[in-house]
């Protein structure tokens, strides 16, 4: 392991619902910075390990340490994890509805929570500069007043990664980004998210494996299978694995 | 919930216009004969139940919490209400004793030690406020902690009220049983029995309604209103996005409890009597259908509810007395199958209508047209 703390530890994590083992003594660890793109089939756990960082639910056994040690996650609630800077993009785009676009935003932005401020805060200018910036970002800035409920699909994932920017989160857990996205819309995606690593560490759980390509150019990808990390490593390296080829990717020419 | 943005521009004018005759011209035609003391109390009536069905609205249409309690809050702040108008009877009751009738009957020979500061105005005023606010303060606490949501929620709030208004049927309560509280005489001097104190309480309940319409208009319009509606749309984004979901609820259950019992609390002088039969469930309900019939999330709505139905239920019970039940079951089943967004969403949904009808002649106008230029 390297000198380096870890903004992300996980060790020994282990849960299982009904006595499915969903997580199965996951050791995971991440690096500032990072951008980590998490593949395996379904049922692999990819969206459980999510729910265990973001504190959805806890883990049967297993520790889960937040930068540098300094934070234990199990120890707190989902909102408590939110503000040490865990940001989370559901599976399924997650934005209310109801709401505009900015008023979306508004609600992400960073700042305090608290009902006091929620009744006499206003937006500063400052704020509703940044909030034209992530518009911009998420390509809705013509978009800004209309309700998020009639937005495309696609367009719903930009706004809740367009969120997860307001927020400033330092952490970014993605969980497919690029589902029900053109070829088009997806590549942007990943555009987006290449632009963002460095800036924010960033977790993106993916299917796609053009996707996963572009995304993974430069860092690394973690195989998950039976909740249990598999390999590790470059994409080329991770792909020509045989024992992801088997359990995975199945055949070798799909792969490519 | 409509944005029309005719009925907007119109919105503001209607509810001056409105507000103004509730709390001006209303009492100011009955002090010249116009309208009779007795339609006047029935106004004062309906407007506390206005003010409960805000209250819900409040909870219910904003923030998706479907409260069966509110009846509770609404005679809470009524019985406190009411404890300060039995010690104000003096020796003017049927016993010409210090204690209210009821205990004297039931044997007291001393005012129990709650009952005692109850003689004071101001305090029975914060007790109207500190009692059912610290009830739903405790009872939210618990019921949000726990995350329990939904009609888990409701049937909470339905037990709740239930066991509370089998506890004040209690006589051992020391709270009236049964009979409750009655034949109150004076308030802060002035008696009640007579129609210029009548209509002061009138007033006070037409400008406490305009307040919390205006309150709630202004929270719901703020950036609390935004995280309310969030709640009600997706509670777990609102709480992945970092806000403590439970403590927003609790804020607005207690403030809409609060509300509902200072309804309760203007109801009781008006209306001259408070037993445990105001606290049960269906009280609840049935104020529930006032917000529903009137529109909820949507603030007037609910007044407008209150108001209609139980005038509805007024002049109905009289004119028609044994069809009044089939009239108001009616008019229920109608509203809700023809007013998905209540009387409130009549204006918008006539708009849609007119709308849809004006596209139909456009299209068929413009259909014969192309047929000409086509070939």
Same mark, same amino acid.
């Given at each position: 392991?390297?000198?380096?703390?870890?903004?992300?530890?996980?060790?020994?994590?282990?849960?299982?619902?009904?006595?499915?083992?969903?997580?199965?003594?996951?050791?995971?660890?991440?690096?500032?910075?990072e951008l980590r793109t998490v593949i395996g089939p379904n049922g692999a756990g990819k969206t459980t390990f999510l729910d265990?960082?973001?504190?959805?639910?806890?883990?049967?056994?297993?520790?889960?340490?937040?930068?540098?040690?300094?934070?234990?996650?199990?120890?707190?609630?989902?909102?408590?994890?939110?503000?040490?800077?865990?940001?989370?993009?559901?599976?399924?785009?997650?934005?209310?509805?109801?709401?505009?676009?900015?008023?979306?935003?508004?609600?992400?932005?960073?700042?305090?929570?608290?009902?006091?401020?929620?009744?006499?805060?206003?937006?500063?200018?400052?704020?509703?500069?940044?909030?034209?910036?992530?518009?911009?970002?998420?390509?809705?800035?013509?978009?800004?007043?209309?309700?998020?409920?009639?937005?495309?699909?696609?367009?719903?994932?930009?706004?809740?990664?367009?969120?997860?920017?307001?927020?400033?989160?330092?952490?970014?857990?993605?969980?497919?980004?690029?589902?029900?996205?053109?070829?088009?819309?997806?590549?942007?995606?990943?555009?987006?998210?290449?632009?963002?690593?460095?800036?924010?560490?960033?977790?993106?759980?993916?299917?796609?494996?053009?996707?996963?390509?572009?995304?993974?150019?430069?860092?690394?990808?973690?195989?998950?299978?039976?909740?249990?990390?598999?390999?590790?490593?470059?994409?080329?390296?991770?792909?020509?694995?045989?024992?992801?080829?088997?359990?995975?990717?199945?055949?070798?020419?799909?792969?490519? | 919930?409509?944005?029309?943005?005719?009925?907007?521009?119109?919105?503001?004018?209607?509810? =001056?216009?409105?507000?103004?005759?509730?709390?001006?011209?209303?009492?100011?035609?009955?002090?010249?004969?116009?309208?009779?003391?007795?339609?006047?109390?029935?106004?004062?009536?309906?407007?506390?139940?206005?003010?409960?069905?805000?209250?819900?609205?409040?909870?219910?249409?904003?923030?998706?919490?479907?409260?069966?309690?509110?009846?509770?809050?609404?005679? =809470?702040?009524?019985?406190?209400?009411?404890?300060?108008?039995?010690?104000?009877?003096?020796?003017?009751?049927?016993?010409?004793?210090?204690?209210?009738?009821?205990?004297?009957?039931?044997?007291? #020979?001393?005012?129990?030690?709650?009952?005692?500061?109850?003689?004071?105005?101001?305090?029975?005023?914060?007790?109207?406020?500190?009692?059912?606010?610290?009830?739903?303060?405790?009872?939210?606490?618990?019921?949000?902690?726990?995350?329990?949501?939904?009609?888990?929620?409701?049937?909470?709030?339905?037990?709740?009220?239930?066991?509370?208004?089998? =506890?004040?049927?209690?006589?051992?309560?020391?709270?009236?049983?049964?009979?409750?509280? #009655?034949?109150?005489?004076?308030?802060?001097?002035?008696?009640?029995?007579?129609?210029?104190?009548?209509?002061?309480?009138?007033?006070?309940?037409?400008?406490?309604?305009?307040?919390?319409?205006?309150?709630?208009?202004?929270?719901?319009?703020?950036?609390?209103?935004?995280?309310?509606?969030?709640?009600?749309?997706?509670?777990?984004?609102?709480?992945?996005?970092?806000?403590?979901?439970?403590?927003?609820?609790?804020?607005?259950?207690? #403030?809409?409890?609060?509300?509902?019992?200072?309804?309760?609390?203007?109801?009781?002088?008006?209306?001259?009597?408070?037993?445990?039969?105001?606290?049960?469930?269906?009280?609840?309900?049935?104020?529930?259908?006032?917000?529903?019939?009137?529109?909820?999330?949507?603030?007037?709505?609910?007044?407008?509810?209150?108001?209609?139905?139980?005038?509805?239920?007024?002049?109905?019970?009289?004119?028609?007395?044994?069809?009044?039940?089939?009239?108001?079951?009616?008019?229920?089943?109608?509203?809700?199958?023809?007013?998905?967004?209540?009387?409130?969403?009549?204006?918008?949904?006539?708009?849609?209508?007119?709308?849809?009808?004006?596209?139909?002649?456009?299209?068929?106008?413009?259909?014969?047209?192309?047929?000409?230029?086509?070939?």
């Amino acid at each position: 392991m390297s000198a380096k703390p870890f903004l992300l530890a996980a060790e020994g994590l282990n849960k299982s619902f009904d006595g499915y083992q969903a997580i199965n003594d996951l050791n995971f660890y991440l690096d500032e910075g990072e951008l980590r793109t998490v593949i395996g089939p379904n049922g692999a756990g990819k969206t459980t390990f999510l729910d265990l960082i973001t504190g959805r639910t806890a883990p049967d056994r297993g520790t889960l340490m937040w930068d540098d040690g300094k934070h234990d996650l199990l120890k707190l609630s989902e909102y408590q994890i939110y503000r040490l800077g865990i940001g989370r993009k559901f599976q399924t785009p997650t934005v209310y509805n109801d709401h505009s676009v900015t008023e979306n935003l508004v609600l992400s932005l960073a700042g305090s929570r608290g009902i006091w401020h929620s009744l006499f805060g206003k937006v500063t200018p400052l704020q509703r500069e940044r909030i034209a910036e992530i518009l911009d970002i998420i390509k809705l800035t013509g978009h800004a007043q209309r309700k998020a409920g009639t937005l495309a699909h696609g367009q719903k994932q930009w706004l809740e990664i367009g969120m997860l920017l307001a927020q400033e989160a330092r952490l970014l857990l993605v969980d497919e980004p690029a589902a029900g996205m053109t070829d088009e819309e997806t590549h942007r995606t990943g555009e987006l998210l290449l632009s963002l690593a460095g800036k924010h560490t960033i977790v993106v759980i993916e299917h796609d494996m053009t996707f996963v390509r572009q995304i993974a150019r430069n860092g690394k990808v973690t195989v998950l299978h039976q909740g249990h990390v598999l390999c590790e490593g470059a994409v080329d390296q991770v792909q020509n694995d045989e024992r992801v080829i088997e359990v995975y990717l199945g055949r070798k020419s799909k792969a490519a | 919930m409509t944005s029309n943005p005719i009925s907007s521009r119109i919105h503001g004018p209607i509810l =001056l216009v409105s507000a103004v005759f509730l709390v001006v011209v209303m009492p100011w035609l009955n002090s010249c004969g116009l309208i009779a003391d007795f339609t006047l109390n029935l106004w004062g009536k309906y407007l506390c139940y206005g003010i409960m069905a805000v209250a819900i609205d409040l909870l219910w249409g904003f923030t998706g919490l479907l409260c069966l309690g509110q009846a509770l809050f609404f005679s =809470l702040g009524g019985y406190m209400m009411g404890m300060h108008l039995m010690l104000m009877i003096g020796k003017l009751g049927q016993y010409k004793s210090d204690l209210p009738d009821f205990m004297v009957f039931l044997g007291h #020979t001393t005012l129990p030690g709650f009952w005692q500061a109850f003689h004071s105005f101001p305090f029975a005023l914060a007790m109207v406020f500190l009692v059912p606010g610290l009830l739903a303060l405790v009872f939210g606490y618990l019921a949000f902690r726990s995350r329990i949501k939904g009609v888990y929620f409701s049937i909470l709030t339905q037990a709740l009220t239930y066991g509370a208004a089998l =506890l004040f049927f209690r006589n051992d309560l020391l709270m009236g049983g049964n009979n409750g509280f #009655t034949d109150f005489r004076t308030l802060l001097g002035s008696d009640l029995r007579i129609a210029s104190t009548q209509r002061i309480l009138y007033i006070c309940t037409a400008l406490l309604l305009v307040a919390v319409v205006a309150g709630c208009k202004w929270l719901t319009n703020s950036r609390f209103g935004l995280i309310q509606r969030a709640i009600r749309d997706s509670e777990n984004r609102v709480l992945f996005s970092g806000y403590a979901t439970a403590n927003f609820k609790l804020f607005i259950f207690v #403030t809409s409890a609060m509300i509902a019992a200072t309804a309760g609390a203007l109801y009781v002088p008006q209306v001259g009597i408070i037993n445990p039969s105001e606290m049960t469930p269906e009280k609840s309900l049935e104020a529930v259908v006032w917000v529903a019939l009137g529109g909820r999330g949507s603030l007037y709505g609910p007044v407008i509810g209150a108001v209609s139905v139980n005038a509805l239920k007024s002049w109905a019970s009289r004119a028609y007395p044994d069809l009044w039940l089939i009239i108001l079951g009616g008019s229920f089943v109608l509203v809700v199958m023809f007013m998905p967004n209540g009387i409130i969403g009549i204006p918008a949904q006539f708009a849609a209508w007119a709308a849809r009808r004006r596209n139909r002649d456009a299209t068929t106008a413009a259909a014969p047209a192309n047929r000409v230029t086509d070939p």
